[in-house]
């Protein structure tokens, strides 16, 4: 009744340590703003592991500037992406583009006379990301899922069984979703050196 009077602008999607795939679902076909909350009144660190790389349920509030009237604004406009236990949930539009700027792959080499062009897959951020290969190639020293530590720099070994200029690297984002149990996949190009 809320939603339908429009009463309701937004949906916790986390709360403290329960997330809701439900809630997700109501605010896709709702168009409402996703939200991250802890309503924690205890010690944060206690309750979160925080020195164990834990973290509360954040919201994740695209603004075009640090001030209240921008994140308000932004809020109105569901500019945002829930972070729970190392999950991130959101729109593609504002999904993507997070994960995309939190892993950065750059340019490729061949190794020596070989068809294997090795990357370093960067991640920039304090979460740590799992991928599955969603390409035809294969790596020669990882299976099908990485996992990219906070942080870190992972090399990959690419058999791209003949030697290519470019090539386009597609990988699902296991610890991100864009609907209940959906995984978005997200595209690089990379160039060969």
């Not at 403290?16 to 944060?44: C, F, P, R, W």
């Amino acid at each position: 009744m809320l939603i339908k009077e429009k009463l309701l602008d937004g949906i916790e999607v986390a709360n403290d340590q329960s997330y809701y795939d439900e809630a997700l679902q109501i605010a896709l076909d709702n168009n409402l703003t996703m939200l991250g909350t802890s309503d924690i009144h205890k010690l944060v660190d206690w309750d979160f592991g925080v020195a164990q790389g834990g973290h509360r349920p954040l919201t994740l509030v695209f603004a075009k500037e640090k001030s209240s009237q921008e994140i308000k604004a932004a809020l109105f406009a569901r500019r945002t992406v829930v972070y729970y236990k190392n999950t991130l949930a959101g729109k593609d539009e504002f999904l993507i583009p997070l994960i995309r700027q939190s892993l950065i792959i750059k340019n490729g080499s061949y190794k020596d006379n070989t068809d294997v062009l090795t990357v370093v897959i960067e991640n920039k951020t304090n979460a740590e990301f799992t991928l599955r290969n969603h390409t035809d190639f294969t790596f020669q020293n990882s299976s099908d899922i990485i996992n990219i530590k906070p942080a870190d720099k992972n090399v990959l070994e690419i058999k791209t069984k003949q030697r290519l200029k470019n090539i386009k690297l597609d990988f699902e984002i296991l610890n991100a979703v864009h609907a209940p149990n959906i995984h978005p996949v997200v595209s690089w190009e990379i160039q060969a050196e």
